[in-house]
């Protein structure tokens, strides 16, 4: 399952999500503040980072550019408790995978886990179906083709 950080200044009101996270056998680390989700991110790897917009110290925004100098396809959520334009911009701009409007509940987190996660795997797994199949059309087609052809010439 996921690696995940979640940085927030109030982490120990999350609690119950990151129980929740854990009871669906994800690795959940937290973090109080930007900086510190800064080091665990250097000392770690992490599939998805859940980052607090409004943190004392280094802001959500802040922790983003510093997070992103380094790891760049790293997918980082943004929570925020405002539907501001900018944060909406950031995620439209690709710089955030996802944003949540605090209070955030079990599922938008999942989903956005999931959305994430998840959806490039089933991609990934849906093209390669998608593929095979239609290798083993295009491989039909010719042994279809070569068998007509020999059939033709011995007449």
Known sequence: MAKILWADDEIDLLKPHVMFLEGKGH???TANSGNEAIDEITASNFDIVFLDENMPGLTGLETLENIK??????????????EEESIMDEAIGGRIADYLIKPVNPNQILLSLKKNLEGKRLVSEKTTSGYQQEFREIAMDLQDRNGLSRVGQHV
Do not use: F, G, Q
């Open 27 to 29: 690795e959940v680390k």
């Open 69 to 82: 100098k380094d790891h760049p396809n790293l997918p980082i959520v943004m929570i925020t408790k405002s």
